[in-house]
């Protein structure tokens, strides 16, 4: 038969495995997400900047075409790309957060073998207000992209 010690052990030993497995799965998930959101927005603003390259040297389709909205779906695709870098960080906070809040429980011998450490409200407070903001960023940049498609729509459609 198993020992309360050595069922401890085991039941911390678990809860470390999958804390590791459930921090690289969301930095994971975190990585693709503010990637994707920095390919939009970058990549928007890169054909942006082409094709006010190519109005400006002349092409016979620039004549009628609203520079200043062009310019405007340019600086919401720029602010788009800005905020998922800025939602990088975040989500690198949280991640911070995430293991340092696994660290932050005390490993106790009787059932449920965990207890809140000192810092640990402290630090899932913290862990939800940048959680939050990093949601609020990705959220923010995909509007941007979305608001700057917009933009440019309706510039060429009014040619």
Not at 11 to 27: F, Q, Y
Not at 113 to 128: D, N, W
Request: with cysteine; hydrophobic share 50%; proline share 1%.
């Amino acid at each position: 038969m198993i020992d309360e010690r050595e069922y401890a052990l085991k039941e911390h030993a678990r809860w470390n495995a999958e804390a590791g497995s459930m921090n690289a799965a969301a930095v994971q998930y975190a990585e693709v997400t503010v990637k994707s959101l920095l390919l939009l927005n970058g990549g928007a603003a890169v054909s942006m900047l082409a094709f006010v390259g190519s109005i400006s040297s002349g092409s016979s389709f620039s004549e009628g075409i609203d520079l200043g909205g062009v310019v405007s779906s340019l600086q919401w695709f720029a602010a788009g790309a800005g905020t998922a870098v800025l939602c990088a960080g975040f989500c690198y906070v949280v991640m911070f957060l995430q293991a340092t809040l696994n660290f932050s429980y005390q490993r106790i011998w009787e059932h449920p073998f965990f207890a809140e450490g000192e810092r640990t409200s402290k630090i899932v407070r913290l862990y939800k207000w940048f959680h939050i903001l990093a949601v609020i960023l990705s959220v923010g940049s995909l509007s941007m992209f979305a608001f700057g498609v917009c933009m440019i729509g309706r510039v060429v459609l009014a040619v």
